[in-house]
Protein backbone atom coordinates (compact mmCIF):
# COMPACT_ATOMS: atom_id res chain seq x y z
CA UNK A 1 0.00 0.00 0.00
CA UNK A 2 0.97 3.29 -0.23
CA UNK A 3 3.76 2.86 -3.69
CA UNK A 4 4.08 5.18 -6.24
CA UNK A 5 5.05 4.03 -9.06
CA UNK A 6 6.02 6.37 -12.35
CA UNK A 7 3.66 6.04 -15.17
CA UNK A 8 5.37 4.65 -18.55
CA UNK A 9 3.75 4.19 -21.59
CA UNK A 10 4.37 0.83 -23.52
CA UNK A 11 6.17 1.46 -26.25
CA UNK A 12 4.71 -0.41 -29.68
CA UNK A 13 1.13 -0.12 -29.53
CA UNK A 14 -1.99 -2.54 -31.14
CA UNK A 15 -1.01 -0.96 -34.76
CA UNK A 16 2.24 -2.86 -34.75
CA UNK A 17 0.11 -5.89 -33.73
CA UNK A 18 -1.92 -5.22 -36.75
CA UNK A 19 1.22 -4.83 -38.53
CA UNK A 20 2.41 -8.47 -37.54
CA UNK A 21 -1.11 -9.43 -38.35
CA UNK A 22 -0.61 -8.36 -41.86
CA UNK A 23 2.89 -8.91 -42.80
CA UNK A 24 2.27 -12.93 -41.08
CA UNK A 25 -1.00 -13.02 -43.83
CA UNK A 26 1.22 -11.49 -46.45
CA UNK A 27 4.15 -14.08 -46.47
CA UNK A 28 2.02 -16.95 -46.06
CA UNK A 29 -0.06 -16.20 -49.36
CA UNK A 30 3.72 -15.74 -50.72
CA UNK A 31 4.38 -19.63 -49.58
CA UNK A 32 0.98 -20.29 -51.14
CA UNK A 33 1.85 -18.62 -54.74
CA UNK A 34 5.19 -20.67 -54.55
CA UNK A 35 3.15 -23.74 -53.67
CA UNK A 36 1.31 -23.43 -56.51
CA UNK A 37 4.47 -24.27 -58.78
CA UNK A 38 5.15 -27.61 -56.74
CA UNK A 39 1.55 -28.49 -56.13
CA UNK A 40 -0.52 -28.62 -58.92
CA UNK A 41 -3.46 -28.32 -56.54
CA UNK A 42 -3.07 -24.92 -55.52
CA UNK A 43 -2.51 -23.73 -58.74
CA UNK A 44 -5.97 -21.60 -58.85
CA UNK A 45 -4.35 -19.46 -55.63
CA UNK A 46 -1.17 -18.75 -57.71
CA UNK A 47 -2.26 -14.91 -59.26
CA UNK A 48 -4.71 -14.29 -56.00
CA UNK A 49 -2.15 -15.06 -53.26
CA UNK A 50 0.62 -12.81 -55.43
CA UNK A 51 -1.63 -10.29 -56.01
CA UNK A 52 -2.95 -10.68 -52.19
CA UNK A 53 0.65 -10.37 -50.84
CA UNK A 54 1.23 -7.00 -52.61
CA UNK A 55 -1.50 -5.52 -51.30
CA UNK A 56 -0.87 -6.37 -47.87
CA UNK A 57 2.55 -5.09 -48.04
CA UNK A 58 1.36 -1.40 -49.31
CA UNK A 59 -0.87 -1.64 -46.10
CA UNK A 60 1.71 -3.00 -44.01
CA UNK A 61 4.09 -0.43 -45.18
CA UNK A 62 1.66 2.51 -44.64
CA UNK A 63 1.04 0.91 -41.10
CA UNK A 64 4.75 0.53 -40.34
CA UNK A 65 5.49 4.19 -41.52
CA UNK A 66 2.58 5.47 -39.82
CA UNK A 67 3.22 4.51 -36.34
CA UNK A 68 6.57 5.96 -36.47
CA UNK A 69 6.85 9.67 -34.60
CA UNK A 70 8.55 10.91 -37.46
CA UNK A 71 7.15 9.36 -40.71
CA UNK A 72 9.13 11.29 -43.12
CA UNK A 73 12.05 10.09 -41.91
CA UNK A 74 11.20 6.47 -42.59
CA UNK A 75 14.02 6.60 -45.57
CA UNK A 76 16.79 6.77 -42.79
CA UNK A 77 16.34 2.76 -42.24
CA UNK A 78 17.54 2.86 -45.69
CA UNK A 79 20.55 4.76 -45.46
CA UNK A 80 23.58 3.11 -45.75
CA UNK A 81 25.15 5.14 -43.67
CA UNK A 82 22.91 5.13 -41.09
CA UNK A 83 22.12 1.47 -41.14
CA UNK A 84 22.91 -0.36 -37.50
CA UNK A 85 23.23 -4.23 -38.36
CA UNK A 86 22.64 -5.45 -34.97
CA UNK A 87 19.47 -4.13 -34.76
CA UNK A 88 16.59 -6.76 -36.33
CA UNK A 89 15.04 -3.89 -37.63
CA UNK A 90 17.94 -2.76 -39.55
CA UNK A 91 17.58 -6.27 -41.03
CA UNK A 92 13.66 -6.04 -41.60
CA UNK A 93 13.42 -2.91 -43.66
CA UNK A 94 16.14 -4.33 -46.07
CA UNK A 95 14.06 -7.82 -45.82
CA UNK A 96 10.64 -5.66 -46.94
CA UNK A 97 11.95 -3.30 -49.98
CA UNK A 98 13.52 -7.14 -51.31
CA UNK A 99 10.37 -8.88 -51.09
CA UNK A 100 8.31 -5.82 -52.37
CA UNK A 101 11.16 -5.49 -55.50
CA UNK A 102 11.03 -9.05 -55.97
CA UNK A 103 7.14 -9.48 -55.60
CA UNK A 104 6.49 -7.06 -58.53
CA UNK A 105 9.15 -8.49 -60.27
CA UNK A 106 6.83 -12.02 -60.07
CA UNK A 107 3.84 -10.19 -60.66
CA UNK A 108 5.22 -8.88 -64.28
CA UNK A 109 6.88 -12.32 -65.28
CA UNK A 110 3.27 -13.56 -64.09
CA UNK A 111 1.56 -11.32 -66.38
CA UNK A 112 3.63 -12.16 -69.05
CA UNK A 113 3.79 -15.41 -68.64
CA UNK A 114 7.03 -16.20 -68.34
CA UNK A 115 7.15 -19.76 -66.75
CA UNK A 116 10.81 -20.25 -66.19
CA UNK A 117 11.16 -16.74 -64.54
CA UNK A 118 7.88 -17.09 -62.59
CA UNK A 119 9.49 -19.95 -60.58
CA UNK A 120 12.33 -18.78 -59.61
CA UNK A 121 11.20 -15.45 -58.48
CA UNK A 122 8.49 -17.38 -56.72
CA UNK A 123 10.97 -19.50 -55.02
CA UNK A 124 13.06 -16.01 -54.11
CA UNK A 125 9.78 -14.27 -53.08
CA UNK A 126 8.86 -17.31 -50.64
CA UNK A 127 12.11 -17.21 -49.14
CA UNK A 128 12.12 -13.05 -48.69
CA UNK A 129 8.74 -13.81 -46.57
CA UNK A 130 9.97 -16.60 -44.78
CA UNK A 131 12.02 -13.80 -43.20
CA UNK A 132 9.24 -11.50 -42.41
CA UNK A 133 7.82 -13.33 -39.38
CA UNK A 134 11.51 -14.45 -38.88
CA UNK A 135 12.39 -10.75 -38.69
CA UNK A 136 9.26 -9.82 -36.26
CA UNK A 137 9.77 -12.23 -34.37
CA UNK A 138 13.61 -10.95 -33.60
CA UNK A 139 12.28 -7.80 -33.52
CA UNK A 140 10.69 -8.84 -30.02
CA UNK A 141 13.50 -11.75 -28.68
CA UNK A 142 16.12 -9.17 -28.99
CA UNK A 143 14.80 -7.71 -25.98
CA UNK A 144 16.70 -9.32 -23.23
CA UNK A 145 14.26 -7.49 -20.43
CA UNK A 146 10.97 -9.31 -21.54
CA UNK A 147 9.60 -12.04 -20.94
CA UNK A 148 8.35 -14.33 -23.16
CA UNK A 149 9.44 -12.00 -26.03
CA UNK A 150 12.70 -12.99 -25.09
CA UNK A 151 12.29 -16.53 -25.84
CA UNK A 152 14.10 -18.42 -28.58
CA UNK A 153 10.77 -20.17 -29.97
CA UNK A 154 9.24 -16.55 -31.14
CA UNK A 155 10.58 -16.76 -34.72
CA UNK A 156 9.30 -20.51 -35.17
CA UNK A 157 6.04 -19.01 -33.69
CA UNK A 158 5.80 -16.06 -35.96
CA UNK A 159 6.45 -18.50 -38.84
CA UNK A 160 3.90 -21.13 -37.91
CA UNK A 161 0.85 -18.31 -37.20
CA UNK A 162 2.37 -17.11 -40.62
CA UNK A 163 1.72 -20.09 -41.87
CA UNK A 164 -1.74 -20.71 -40.66
CA UNK A 165 -2.84 -16.96 -41.30
CA UNK A 166 -1.46 -17.40 -45.13
CA UNK A 167 -3.46 -20.87 -45.65
CA UNK A 168 -6.59 -19.51 -43.58
CA UNK A 169 -7.04 -16.46 -46.16
CA UNK A 170 -5.62 -18.99 -48.86
CA UNK A 171 -8.49 -21.30 -48.42
CA UNK A 172 -11.57 -18.43 -48.17
CA UNK A 173 -9.60 -17.29 -51.58
CA UNK A 174 -10.26 -21.26 -53.03
CA UNK A 175 -13.32 -21.46 -51.42
CA UNK A 176 -15.53 -24.15 -53.51
CA UNK A 177 -12.83 -25.66 -55.21
CA UNK A 178 -12.12 -29.25 -53.40
CA UNK A 179 -8.79 -29.94 -54.77
CA UNK A 180 -6.96 -26.63 -53.21
CA UNK A 181 -8.79 -27.15 -49.92
CA UNK A 182 -7.71 -30.37 -49.67
CA UNK A 183 -4.32 -29.25 -49.15
CA UNK A 184 -5.27 -26.51 -47.57
CA UNK A 185 -6.98 -28.35 -44.94
CA UNK A 186 -3.47 -29.90 -44.15
CA UNK A 187 -1.60 -26.77 -44.11
CA UNK A 188 -4.12 -25.24 -41.40
CA UNK A 189 -4.34 -28.70 -39.13
CA UNK A 190 -0.51 -28.81 -38.53
CA UNK A 191 -0.32 -24.88 -38.82
CA UNK A 192 -2.55 -24.48 -36.21
CA UNK A 193 -1.31 -27.95 -34.27
CA UNK A 194 1.97 -26.02 -34.27
CA UNK A 195 0.77 -22.64 -33.27
CA UNK A 196 -0.59 -24.45 -30.25
CA UNK A 197 1.73 -26.46 -28.94
CA UNK A 198 4.36 -23.70 -28.85
CA UNK A 199 1.74 -21.90 -27.07
CA UNK A 200 1.64 -24.04 -24.16
CA UNK A 201 5.55 -24.30 -24.19
CA UNK A 202 5.55 -20.43 -24.37
CA UNK A 203 3.18 -20.78 -21.17
CA UNK A 204 4.97 -22.93 -19.35
CA UNK A 205 8.23 -21.43 -19.96
CA UNK A 206 6.87 -18.14 -19.03
CA UNK A 207 5.00 -19.73 -15.41
CA UNK A 208 7.93 -21.52 -14.17
CA UNK A 209 10.63 -17.96 -14.49
CA UNK A 210 11.61 -15.68 -12.65
CA UNK A 211 9.29 -12.85 -10.93
CA UNK A 212 8.89 -10.97 -14.00
CA UNK A 213 7.72 -13.84 -15.91
CA UNK A 214 5.79 -14.99 -13.13
CA UNK A 215 3.52 -11.41 -13.43
CA UNK A 216 3.98 -11.40 -17.09
CA UNK A 217 2.18 -14.84 -16.91
CA UNK A 218 -0.63 -13.22 -14.56
CA UNK A 219 -1.23 -10.48 -17.02
CA UNK A 220 -1.32 -12.82 -20.28
CA UNK A 221 -3.95 -15.06 -18.26
CA UNK A 222 -6.07 -12.99 -16.15
CA UNK A 223 -8.67 -10.44 -17.32
CA UNK A 224 -8.92 -8.91 -21.05
CA UNK A 225 -5.70 -10.27 -21.56
CA UNK A 226 -6.29 -13.56 -20.78
CA UNK A 227 -9.69 -13.52 -22.38
CA UNK A 228 -7.98 -13.15 -25.13
CA UNK A 229 -5.11 -14.93 -24.87
CA UNK A 230 -6.28 -18.09 -23.47
CA UNK A 231 -10.18 -17.97 -24.87
CA UNK A 232 -9.78 -16.73 -28.61
CA UNK A 233 -6.13 -17.17 -29.43
CA UNK A 234 -5.22 -20.70 -27.76
CA UNK A 235 -8.85 -22.63 -27.40
CA UNK A 236 -10.59 -20.64 -30.43
CA UNK A 237 -7.92 -20.00 -33.18
CA UNK A 238 -5.15 -22.62 -32.28
CA UNK A 239 -6.95 -25.96 -30.98
CA UNK A 240 -10.44 -25.57 -31.57
CA UNK A 241 -9.19 -25.15 -35.73
CA UNK A 242 -7.04 -28.15 -35.14
CA UNK A 243 -9.51 -29.82 -33.65
CA UNK A 244 -11.98 -29.46 -36.24
CA UNK A 245 -9.85 -29.96 -38.95
CA UNK A 246 -8.55 -33.45 -37.29
CA UNK A 247 -12.22 -34.45 -37.14
CA UNK A 248 -14.06 -36.44 -39.79
CA UNK A 249 -15.98 -33.97 -40.58
CA UNK A 250 -13.00 -31.38 -41.27
CA UNK A 251 -13.34 -32.38 -44.94
CA UNK A 252 -15.95 -30.49 -44.96
CA UNK A 253 -16.31 -26.91 -46.96
CA UNK A 254 -18.25 -25.54 -44.25
CA UNK A 255 -16.04 -26.66 -41.01
CA UNK A 256 -12.95 -25.03 -43.20
CA UNK A 257 -14.27 -21.79 -44.06
CA UNK A 258 -15.19 -21.55 -40.17
CA UNK A 259 -11.92 -22.66 -38.67
CA UNK A 260 -10.46 -20.41 -41.76
CA UNK A 261 -11.74 -17.72 -39.80
CA UNK A 262 -11.37 -18.84 -36.17
CA UNK A 263 -7.23 -19.28 -37.22
CA UNK A 264 -7.79 -15.76 -38.82
CA UNK A 265 -9.19 -14.20 -35.28
CA UNK A 266 -7.18 -16.15 -33.09
CA UNK A 267 -4.11 -15.36 -35.38
CA UNK A 268 -4.61 -11.45 -34.30
CA UNK A 269 -5.77 -12.00 -30.84
CA UNK A 270 -2.44 -13.98 -30.41
CA UNK A 271 -0.39 -11.23 -31.99
CA UNK A 272 -1.91 -8.95 -29.68
CA UNK A 273 -1.19 -10.16 -26.72
CA UNK A 274 1.83 -11.44 -27.31
CA UNK A 275 3.03 -7.67 -28.38
CA UNK A 276 0.94 -5.82 -25.24
CA UNK A 277 1.25 -8.14 -22.36
CA UNK A 278 5.47 -8.37 -21.48
CA UNK A 279 5.12 -4.48 -22.30
CA UNK A 280 2.37 -3.99 -19.50
CA UNK A 281 4.42 -5.43 -17.34
CA UNK A 282 7.27 -3.40 -18.15
CA UNK A 283 5.20 -0.27 -17.56
CA UNK A 284 4.94 -0.43 -14.00
CA UNK A 285 9.25 -0.61 -13.07
CA UNK B 1 38.79 -15.92 -13.66
CA UNK B 2 40.78 -12.95 -13.69
CA UNK B 3 38.96 -9.46 -13.62
CA UNK B 4 40.75 -8.61 -16.62
CA UNK B 5 39.52 -11.74 -18.26
CA UNK B 6 35.76 -11.00 -17.26
CA UNK B 7 35.91 -7.15 -19.16
CA UNK B 8 34.32 -8.11 -22.15
CA UNK B 9 35.60 -5.16 -25.32
CA UNK B 10 32.28 -3.49 -25.39
CA UNK B 11 33.39 -2.34 -21.50
CA UNK B 12 34.81 0.51 -20.10
CA UNK B 13 35.20 0.67 -16.98
CA UNK B 14 38.25 -0.75 -15.42
CA UNK B 15 39.62 0.18 -19.02
CA UNK B 16 43.51 2.11 -17.83
CA UNK B 17 43.23 5.36 -20.03
CA UNK B 18 39.46 5.89 -20.13
CA UNK B 19 37.28 7.81 -18.11
CA UNK B 20 34.03 6.10 -17.38
CA UNK B 21 31.34 8.34 -15.57
CA UNK B 22 29.10 6.84 -12.97
CA UNK B 23 26.77 7.63 -10.45
CA UNK B 24 26.41 6.70 -6.77
CA UNK B 25 22.97 7.35 -5.42
CA UNK B 26 23.08 7.12 -1.43
CA UNK B 27 19.14 6.05 -0.96
CA UNK B 28 19.93 6.53 2.80
CA UNK B 29 20.57 10.54 1.69
CA UNK B 30 17.84 10.63 -0.20
CA UNK B 31 15.18 12.66 1.15
CA UNK B 32 12.63 12.99 -2.04
CA UNK B 33 12.59 16.00 -2.31
CA UNK B 34 12.53 15.94 -5.54
CA UNK B 35 14.55 18.82 -6.42
CA UNK B 36 16.35 16.72 -8.80
CA UNK B 37 13.74 16.15 -10.96
CA UNK B 38 12.73 19.59 -10.64
CA UNK B 39 16.49 20.48 -11.58
CA UNK B 40 16.51 18.48 -14.42
CA UNK B 41 13.41 19.75 -16.05
CA UNK B 42 14.66 23.39 -15.65
CA UNK B 43 17.99 22.01 -17.37
CA UNK B 44 16.06 20.82 -20.89
CA UNK B 45 12.28 22.02 -20.67
CA UNK B 46 11.10 18.27 -20.39
CA UNK B 47 7.78 18.54 -21.30
CA UNK B 48 5.09 17.40 -18.64
CA UNK B 49 4.41 13.92 -18.17
CA UNK B 50 7.77 12.30 -19.16
CA UNK B 51 11.07 12.44 -16.97
CA UNK B 52 14.51 12.05 -17.80
CA UNK B 53 15.09 11.42 -14.21
CA UNK B 54 12.14 10.40 -11.62
CA UNK B 55 11.63 9.37 -7.68
CA UNK B 56 9.53 6.37 -7.38
CA UNK B 57 8.95 5.80 -3.52
CA UNK B 58 7.37 2.80 -1.18
CA UNK B 59 6.28 3.02 2.26
CA UNK B 60 7.58 0.38 3.99
CA UNK B 61 6.99 -0.44 7.83
CA UNK B 62 4.38 -0.82 9.91
CA UNK B 63 2.42 2.46 11.79
CA UNK B 64 3.59 4.00 13.66
CA UNK B 65 7.30 2.77 12.33
CA UNK B 66 7.02 3.57 8.71
CA UNK B 67 8.69 5.67 6.13
CA UNK B 68 8.89 6.55 2.48
CA UNK B 69 11.72 4.50 0.78
CA UNK B 70 12.69 6.85 -1.95
CA UNK B 71 14.99 5.52 -5.24
CA UNK B 72 16.12 7.89 -7.87
CA UNK B 73 16.28 6.65 -11.13
CA UNK B 74 17.17 7.94 -14.38
CA UNK B 75 19.43 6.27 -17.19
CA UNK B 76 21.67 3.95 -16.14
CA UNK B 77 24.47 4.66 -18.96
CA UNK B 78 24.76 0.76 -19.56
CA UNK B 79 28.52 -0.15 -20.97
CA UNK B 80 26.47 -2.77 -22.66
CA UNK B 81 23.31 -0.41 -23.77
CA UNK B 82 20.13 -2.71 -25.18
CA UNK B 83 19.13 0.93 -26.84
CA UNK B 84 22.61 1.29 -28.51
CA UNK B 85 22.02 -1.79 -29.91
CA UNK B 86 18.30 -1.78 -31.12
CA UNK B 87 18.07 1.34 -32.48
CA UNK B 88 18.26 1.02 -36.51
CA UNK B 89 19.36 4.02 -37.28
CA UNK B 90 22.25 4.71 -34.90
CA UNK B 91 20.17 7.73 -33.63
CA UNK B 92 21.43 6.09 -30.32
CA UNK B 93 25.04 5.90 -29.39
CA UNK B 94 27.93 5.57 -26.65
CA UNK B 95 30.80 7.86 -26.30
CA UNK B 96 33.77 6.09 -25.76
CA UNK B 97 35.53 8.83 -23.67
CA UNK B 98 32.84 9.05 -21.13
CA UNK B 99 30.75 6.13 -21.47
CA UNK B 100 27.59 8.75 -22.19
CA UNK B 101 24.58 7.30 -24.01
CA UNK B 102 23.41 9.78 -25.91
CA UNK B 103 20.33 10.26 -28.47
CA UNK B 104 20.93 12.44 -32.17
CA UNK B 105 17.63 13.59 -32.73
CA UNK B 106 18.22 14.66 -36.52
CA UNK B 107 18.62 10.87 -36.93
CA UNK B 108 15.76 9.42 -34.69
CA UNK B 109 13.01 8.37 -36.71
CA UNK B 110 10.48 7.27 -33.74
CA UNK B 111 10.10 3.48 -33.84
CA UNK B 112 10.31 3.59 -30.47
CA UNK B 113 12.65 0.49 -30.69
CA UNK B 114 15.25 1.66 -27.88
CA UNK B 115 12.45 2.62 -25.25
CA UNK B 116 11.10 -1.09 -25.65
CA UNK B 117 15.04 -2.13 -25.29
CA UNK B 118 15.13 -0.39 -21.91
CA UNK B 119 14.95 -2.57 -19.33
CA UNK B 120 14.73 0.70 -16.97
CA UNK B 121 11.83 2.49 -18.74
CA UNK B 122 14.70 5.75 -18.76
CA UNK B 123 13.45 6.62 -22.30
CA UNK B 124 10.35 8.17 -23.38
CA UNK B 125 8.55 10.05 -26.38
CA UNK B 126 8.83 13.42 -26.87
CA UNK B 127 5.37 15.25 -27.42
CA UNK B 128 4.40 16.97 -30.72
CA UNK B 129 4.28 20.03 -29.22
CA UNK B 130 6.52 21.96 -26.58
CA UNK B 131 6.69 25.27 -25.52
CA UNK B 132 10.48 26.68 -26.09
CA UNK B 133 12.43 23.33 -27.56
CA UNK B 134 11.88 22.95 -31.12
CA UNK B 135 12.81 18.96 -30.76
CA UNK B 136 9.19 16.63 -30.76
CA UNK B 137 8.26 13.69 -31.78
CA UNK B 138 11.72 11.69 -31.06
CA UNK B 139 12.50 9.56 -28.11
CA UNK B 140 14.74 11.45 -25.33
CA UNK B 141 16.81 10.39 -22.12
CA UNK B 142 19.03 11.48 -19.37
CA UNK B 143 22.46 12.84 -20.91
CA UNK B 144 24.12 12.56 -17.58
CA UNK B 145 24.36 16.09 -18.40
CA UNK B 146 26.69 15.71 -21.58
CA UNK B 147 26.86 19.26 -21.94
CA UNK B 148 27.77 20.67 -18.53
CA UNK B 149 30.34 17.19 -17.75
CA UNK B 150 32.57 18.36 -20.61
CA UNK B 151 32.41 21.63 -19.24
CA UNK B 152 33.65 20.02 -15.94
CA UNK B 153 30.40 20.68 -14.05
CA UNK B 154 28.32 18.26 -12.32
CA UNK B 155 25.06 16.59 -13.49
CA UNK B 156 22.17 19.43 -12.83
CA UNK B 157 20.34 16.78 -10.33
CA UNK B 158 24.04 16.28 -8.75
CA UNK B 159 24.35 19.75 -8.17
CA UNK B 160 20.89 20.43 -6.59
CA UNK B 161 20.85 17.40 -4.34
CA UNK B 162 20.49 18.63 -0.95
CA UNK B 163 21.50 16.02 1.03
CA UNK B 164 24.37 14.54 -1.53
CA UNK B 165 22.28 11.50 -2.17
CA UNK B 166 23.80 11.58 -6.14
CA UNK B 167 27.49 11.67 -6.50
CA UNK B 168 29.06 12.07 -9.75
CA UNK B 169 32.40 11.31 -11.31
CA UNK B 170 34.48 9.19 -13.05
CA UNK B 171 34.55 5.36 -11.80
CA UNK B 172 37.77 5.03 -13.30
CA UNK B 173 39.93 6.89 -11.55
CA UNK B 174 40.48 5.90 -8.37
CA UNK B 175 40.79 9.09 -6.60
CA UNK B 176 37.34 9.95 -7.23
CA UNK B 177 34.91 10.37 -4.66
CA UNK B 178 32.17 7.58 -6.98
CA UNK B 179 34.99 5.26 -7.17
CA UNK B 180 35.33 5.50 -3.54
CA UNK B 181 32.01 5.38 -2.03
CA UNK B 182 31.39 1.81 -4.58
CA UNK B 183 34.80 0.40 -3.33
CA UNK B 184 33.57 0.98 0.37
CA UNK B 185 30.42 0.24 0.37
CA UNK B 186 28.23 -2.36 -0.64
CA UNK B 187 26.30 -1.10 -3.61
CA UNK B 188 23.78 -2.53 -5.96
CA UNK B 189 22.29 -2.13 -9.78
CA UNK B 190 19.18 -2.11 -10.36
CA UNK B 191 17.97 -5.40 -12.79
CA UNK B 192 21.69 -6.79 -12.85
CA UNK B 193 20.24 -10.25 -14.28
CA UNK B 194 19.98 -8.52 -17.83
CA UNK B 195 23.84 -8.02 -18.02
CA UNK B 196 23.14 -4.45 -19.47
CA UNK B 197 26.48 -3.39 -17.16
CA UNK B 198 24.75 -0.22 -15.96
CA UNK B 199 26.60 2.52 -13.81
CA UNK B 200 24.54 3.75 -11.83
CA UNK B 201 24.80 2.57 -8.45
CA UNK B 202 22.50 2.45 -5.42
CA UNK B 203 23.38 2.17 -1.67
CA UNK B 204 21.11 1.02 0.95
CA UNK B 205 18.43 0.39 -2.09
CA UNK B 206 16.18 -2.45 -0.45
CA UNK B 207 15.81 -5.52 -3.48
CA UNK B 208 11.72 -4.84 -2.58
CA UNK B 209 12.14 -1.91 -4.11
CA UNK B 210 14.35 -2.30 -7.00
CA UNK B 211 12.12 -5.57 -8.10
CA UNK B 212 8.55 -5.70 -9.81
CA UNK B 213 6.04 -4.91 -6.91
CA UNK B 214 3.23 -6.90 -6.60
CA UNK B 215 1.55 -4.39 -5.64
CA UNK B 216 1.56 -1.98 -8.40
CA UNK B 217 0.08 -4.91 -10.59
CA UNK B 218 -2.72 -4.95 -8.01
CA UNK B 219 -3.64 -1.58 -8.06
CA UNK B 220 -3.92 -0.68 -12.26
CA UNK B 221 -6.19 2.32 -10.99
CA UNK B 222 -3.50 4.03 -8.63
CA UNK B 223 -2.05 5.26 -11.92
CA UNK B 224 -5.11 5.53 -13.63
CA UNK B 225 -5.17 9.64 -13.53
CA UNK B 226 -1.79 9.73 -14.62
CA UNK B 227 -2.38 7.61 -17.50
CA UNK B 228 -5.43 9.60 -18.65
CA UNK B 229 -3.53 12.78 -17.84
CA UNK B 230 -0.65 11.70 -20.37
CA UNK B 231 -3.10 10.10 -22.95
CA UNK B 232 -4.98 13.00 -22.92
CA UNK B 233 -1.10 15.27 -23.46
CA UNK B 234 0.27 12.74 -25.70
CA UNK B 235 -1.15 11.90 -28.89
CA UNK B 236 1.52 9.15 -30.36
Known amino acids: MGDYVWFHDVSWHASYAVYFFVIGILAGLSFMSYGSWITPALRPLREKAAYGSIALLALGGVLLIADLSQPLRFLNILNPGYLNFSSPLAWGALNIVAFGICSVLYILALRKGDETRGKLLALVTALLALGLPVYTGFDLTVHQSRPVWNSPIIPVLFVAMAIASGSAVGSLLAMGNEEAQKVLRQYMLWSAGAVAVMLVSVMGTTNYGGSAAELTFMIMTTGTMGLLFIGVGFLAGSVAPAVLLFAPMGKSQAVLMVSALLILVGGAALRYVLLMAPQQLQTLF | ?236
Open chain 2, 1 to 236: MSEELRVSPIETRGVAGKRRFAMVVDTRRCIGCMACQVACKAEYDTPLGVNRTWVPYKVVGKYPTVKKQFLPRLCNHCDDAPCVRNCPVDATFKVEDGGFILQRYERCIGCRSCMAACPYNARFMLPSHRSYTPITNVVDKCTFCFHRVTQNLVPACVQTCIGRARVFGDINDPKSEVSYLVATNSTQVLRPEEGTKPHVFYIGADRNATEFGRDAYRQPEVMELERSAFKRNFKI
